[in-house]
């Protein structure tokens, strides 16, 4: 709920803190944010393009997708590693999912941090309606992840990060000094099976190196480790895979239909990943 993580929130206008005033949120200095009927709250500031993110088609193919528990084991993986984490973490502050998507993973994670409310931030209005549903600790706010992030400093006990973009020196900020930044990263032979098949778009291959790059001057890396699992996808599962990806902005449905048509039914595919723990630099 909303409610759990107001004190977390501040104004993207003037950072001030945010109150509950009937139907809208409200700072200090008067700026007012309505919230939406299905719950989540749009810290976009006037002028910030509102329309991006994931569509309502591709949020439904991740919702679907996740649902079926094709990637069960990774969240429970990464709900392993941020109970771990977070144990040693004394301070206040809630668990921050920065691109949240649909909350799937962040749910997972509040599951094993009973103690803990969440905060789901994405800038699709789609995901936020699922997120803002995803878990009963779950508060979901509007925002664009290469702004100011409309949450306190040090507010974050955790800051998830699950294939979605990243700026270190945001996720810095809101990082208590104790806390941990857990991030998710395609490994290069993710999805390999039906990369070419498809003509889907491919991982890099120093996609590590450039993650390292971005973080490094705000974070030094506490352990990683590889999650990989082969999973049995039928054919709807696949053209879930690409309806909700980047591939789906670059294709044509029509086309990826008839090449899923002529794959396996079932079909192995690698599920390959990176889960990797920083640490925050002391400023």
Known sequence: MLSAVIRYLRCPYCGDSMARAGDSLRCGAGHTFDI?????????????????????????????FLAAGHFAGLAADLAQAAGAAAGSVAASGCVVDVGAGTGY?????????????GLALDISKFALRKAARAHQRIGAA?????????????????????FAPRDGAELRRI????????????????LSEIIGPLG????????????????????????????????????????????????????????????????????????????????????
């Open 200 to 283: 889907l778009l491919t991982v890099g291959q120093r996609k590590e190196e450039r993650l390292a790059g971005k973080l490094g001057p705000y974070f030094e890396l506490a352990g990683r480790h590889e999650h990989r699992v082969t999973l049995p996808l039928d054919h709807q599962a696949i053209g879930s895979v690409v309806a909700m990806g980047p591939s789906s902005w670059h294709g044509q449905t029509a086309a990826f239909a008839a090449r899923i048509g002529k794959l396996p039914d079932p079909m192995p595919v690698t599920l390959a990943v990176t889960l990797s723990v920083f640490r925050p630099v002391s400023r």
């Open 175 to 190: 990082l208590h000094p104790a806390g941990r930044l857990l991030v998710v990263t395609p490994a290069p032979d993710h």
């Open 105 to 117: 993973y962040l749910a997972a994670v509040l599951d094993r941090l009973p103690q803990r409310a």
């Open 36 to 64: 939406a009927r299905q719950g989540y709250v749009s810290l976009l500031p006037a002028g910030a393009k509102g329309g991006g993110g994931d569509t309502a088609a591709m949020v439904q193919a991740r919702a679907d």
């Open 142 to 162: 509007g925002c664009d992840s290469w702004r100011r992030l409309p949450v306190a400093d040090s507010a974050a006990v955790l800051a998830l990060n699950v």
